[in-house]
Nanobody, 116 residues
Framework: QVQLVESGGGLVQPGGSLRLSCAAS?????????MGWFRQAPGKQRDLVTS???????NYVDSVKGRFTISRDNAANTLYLQMNSLKPEDTAVYYC?????????WGQGTQVTVSS
């Protein structure tokens, strides 16, 4: 059973930075999965923000391009999200998961709050 554990969220002022981590356990083939970071703001659906292939190719939604950077360490089964120039509209619970049609069980997510 694959488990995903997100961490690194917190309260940050507008313009600040955070680095999120996602540790995956229970899968010996982490590198084979295209992974992504999703976020869910209060009252809204969970949306994909950015993704990275097993080989390192990345995609971003327009709202985070130039501010967020996704990366992965396949040897450590870990996914990262560096978030810079944070805005209040980035406030959400952030989750990681496979971007395939059959995602892993969802983790608990990590709360990111951008507020002065």
């Amino acid at each position: 059973q694959v488990q995903l554990v997100e961490s690194g969220g917190g309260l940050v002022q507008p313009g600040g930075s955070l680095r999120l981590s996602c540790a995956a356990s229970g899968t010996p083939i982490f590198r084979a999965h295209d992974m992504g970071w999703f976020r869910q703001a209060p009252g809204k659906q969970r949306d994909l923000v950015t993704s990275i292939s097993g080989g390192g190719s990345t995609n971003y939604v327009d709202s985070v391009k130039g501010r967020f950077t996704i990366s992965r360490d396949n040897a450590a089964n870990t996914l990262y999200l560096q978030m810079n120039s944070l805005k209040p509209e980035d406030t959400a619970v952030y989750y990681c998961n496979s971007v395939s049609t059959q995602p892993f069980p969802w983790g608990q997510g990590t709360q990111v709050t951008v507020s002065s």
